[in-house]
């Protein structure tokens, strides 16, 4: 079996991956989320990060409903296009990917941040070929896929909410032990699991967050604890890469806006094959 790992779209699904899915055979596209290009993040950054500042009482509140708009306008032509492809799809979801879920911190957003309303999944529902599974499995042939978030920072281990989505991942690996004891679950989030070569973000970013670990403590204990054969994350573009924690093969198949993927062959689960693409 062959699986195309990608994610962070950001609004693009360079076309050159539909000629490689038909040309490598994939059986399997499984995507760390992030669909949606974010369009405002200079403006987000600028005036709201590490701040309790809201970007429409900066900018006014139709200049950011008009921007949201633009947002989801482009990362759905994303989802359509990858709808389309005759392989299913499966989808955790990403930070920009406007949603409620929380869950490796206690935070209540603003009641008028749409960035933190549930916007995905109305979208998602008119493209029968991409399943979203995050704190749910997915079944494929022999494999089980078991999805989370893993939010876009390392979270706060004694918070409410990550203990709560702590226990809904044991919770689905004690419901599939047998199949992860054979090496058939693989593990997917948006993010990677933290303090790893695939988490470290890079010295251009953010000066308060520039050479941390910024990956999921939350993905990172569950890897630890349960030893999926395989974890797939993202989030951090300049993590690109693989790194074994344990018995786990942990994948960062880089952005697919940046024309980066992954090939994962599993032909031979004794010998897993891992080809990068750029």
């Not at 499995?137 to 979270?155: M, Q, T």
Request: hydrophobic share 35%; charged share 30%.
């Amino acid at each position: 079996m062959k699986i195309l790992a990608i994610g962070d779209f950001h609004g693009k699904f360079p076309r050159k991956f539909e000629t490689l899915i038909k040309k490598e055979k994939i059986d399997l596209i499984v995507s760390n989320g992030d669909f949606f290009p974010f369009i405002y993040r200079k403006l987000w950054f600028k005036h709201c990060y590490h701040t309790d500042v809201d970007l429409w009482d900066v900018i006014g509140r139709k200049k950011y409903e008009n921007l949201v708009k633009k947002d989801l306008k482009l990362g759905e032509e994303a989802i359509k296009r990858l709808n389309s492809l005759k392989v299913p799809v499966i989808t955790v979801v990403g930070n920009v990917d406007y949603t409620t879920l929380i869950d490796s911190q206690d935070d209540k957003p603003p009641k008028k941040d749409l960035r933190r309303q549930e916007l995905l999944n109305p979208i998602l529902k008119k493209y029968s070929n991409i399943k979203r599974f995050d704190y749910s499995y997915f079944k494929f042939e022999d494999l089980i896929f078991i999805g989370a978030y893993g939010g876009s920072s390392p979270g706060k281990v004694k918070s409410k909410a990550f203990r709560r989505y702590k226990k809904k991942l044991d919770s689905l690996f004690k419901k599939f032990r047998k199949e992860n004891k054979e090496g058939n679950v693989i593990f997917v989030s948006h993010n990677v699991p933290y303090n790893t070569r695939l988490d470290k973000i890079g010295m251009h970013a953010y000066e308060a967050v520039r050479g941390k670990h910024y990956g999921s403590k939350l993905v990172r204990r569950t890897i630890d604890k349960w030893n999926p054969v395989i974890h797939v994350g993202g989030h951090i573009h300049e993590g690109r890469g693989e790194q074994m924690l344990g018995k786990t093969l942990c994948i960062n198949p880089g952005s697919v806006h940046e024309g980066q993927g992954t090939i994962i062959d599993i032909s031979n689960k004794s010998k897993v094959k891992v080809k990068f693409i750029n």
